[in-house]
């Protein structure tokens, strides 16, 4: 089974920063695309953020551009999400993912178990 683990959500005010890290195993994560998504109270699952393998081609939801950054370091076989300037409408469970094309959210098979991010007002 793919394994994806998530760390780094947590209470932040609005405004804050928060780094949200995921590991995978060598061969999990080797030629596959990554991605971020989220999903808040009430709404369905989100895409965030994407990142190509090879090319380190980055892709953004038109809600984070500008504030979140994604990146991936293919030695440590790890993917994070930097996150500034939250907003509340930024609270959810946040979940890495592994896919085929960065771009495409359906292409995207595995999720790791998720972590809290919560913006408070």
């Known amino acids: 089974q793919v394994q994806l683990v998530e760390s780094g959500g947590g209470l932040v005010q609005a405004g804050g920063s928060l780094r949200l890290s995921c590991a995978a195993s060598?061969?999990?994560?080797?030629?596959?695309?990554m991605g971020w998504f989220r999903q808040a109270p009430g709404k369905e699952r989100e895409y965030v953020a994407g990142?190509?393998?090879?090319?380190?081609?980055?892709y953004y939801a038109d809600s984070v551009k500008g504030r979140f950054t994604i990146s991936r370091d293919n030695t440590k076989n790890t993917v994070y999400l930097q996150m500034n300037s939250l907003k509340p409408e930024d609270t959810a469970v946040y979940y890495c993912?592994?896919?085929?094309?960065?771009?495409?959210?359906?292409?995207?098979?595995?999720w790791g178990q998720g972590t809290q991010v919560t913006v408070s007002s």
């Open positions: 060598g061969r999990t994560f080797s030629s596959y695309a």
């Open positions: 990142i190509s393998w090879s090319t380190l081609n980055t």
């Open positions: 993912a592994r896919g085929r094309i960065a771009t495409i959210h359906t292409t995207f098979d595995y």
